[in-house]
């Protein structure tokens, strides 16, 4: 079985400034993939970064980059210089052997003008 | 690139009846996976397919059933429908690949109210 903890509900930002969204997992996989999505107030899911079980380096994709420790199973997302149109609900998932993804229960952000 | 393409975008049905939902998957990928998005219950998987098989299930009653066709394009049944059906339901496709890089792209979803 797998979980994803997202402890912060909610989250505020001022813009242009750094945010970090925290992630917990746990999973009896050996191998395993993190990753994180954006869910606007339109409903659709979008894709933001992937960080592999086995990948050395940290993921980074333009703005977002994936801070991912490991031994103490974490995989927290920081946004560097926010934008308005960054206000949304960010997922956090883990995808196992058993080929499904595992959500947490999200992280409402807002960016503040 | 064409994405994931969920039709339709919204549905009102009511008690008893039943739906079916479409999904059309990014050209090339194979499998396809659908999520139930609800306030109380976040996001659930119901199912994955793969060449037209379904490979995985998640722990909902059987009123929940789905398919895959030879083009890859996926569709999903709910009979007999329950107030608590109502729903946001994602679909996902991802390319072939080593399991855990299979990256899921969402459609846009279809919001499911069920009076």
């Known amino acids: 079985a797998q979980k994803i903890t997202q402890t912060q509900p909610g989250m505020f930002v001022q813009e242009k400034e750094a945010v970090t969204l925290d992630c917990t997992y746990d999973t009896s996989d050996p191998s395993y993939g993190l990753f994180w999505y954006k869910q606007p107030s339109s409903g659709e899911m979008i894709f933001l970064i992937y960080?592999?079980?086995?990948?050395?380096q940290n993921a980074t994709e333009g703005r977002y980059s994936l801070n991912f420790q490991k031994a103490r199973k974490s995989a927290n997302l920081v946004i560097s210089a926010s934008q308005l149109g960054d206000s949304a609900m960010y997922f956090c998932?883990?995808?196992?052997?058993?080929?499904?993804?595992?959500f947490g229960s999200g992280t409402q952000l807002t960016v503040l003008p | 690139k064409a994405g994931v393409t969920q039709t339709p975008r919204y549905l009102i049905k009511t008690r008893g009846q039943q739906v079916t939902l479409s999904c059309s998957p990014i050209?090339?990928?194979?499998?396809v996976s659908w999520y139930q998005q609800t306030p109380g219950q976040g996001l659930q998987f119901l199912f994955e397919y793969f060449s037209e098989t379904q490979r995985n299930k998640g722990n909902f009653p059987g009123r929940f059933s789905g398919r895959q066709f030879s083009n890859s394009r996926s569709e999903m049944n709910v009979s007999t429908l329950e107030l608590g059906d109502s729903a946001l339901y994602l679909c996902?496709?991802?390319?072939?690949?080593?399991?855990?890089?299979?990256?899921?792209?969402f459609g846009a979803g279809t919001r499911l109210s069920v009076l």
């Open positions: 050209s090339g990928h194979r499998s």
């Open positions: 960080q592999g079980s086995y990948d050395q």
């Open positions: 998932a883990v995808l196992g052997s058993a080929r499904q993804l595992t």
């Open positions: 996902a496709s991802s390319p072939l690949g080593r399991e855990s890089q299979n990256i899921q792209y």
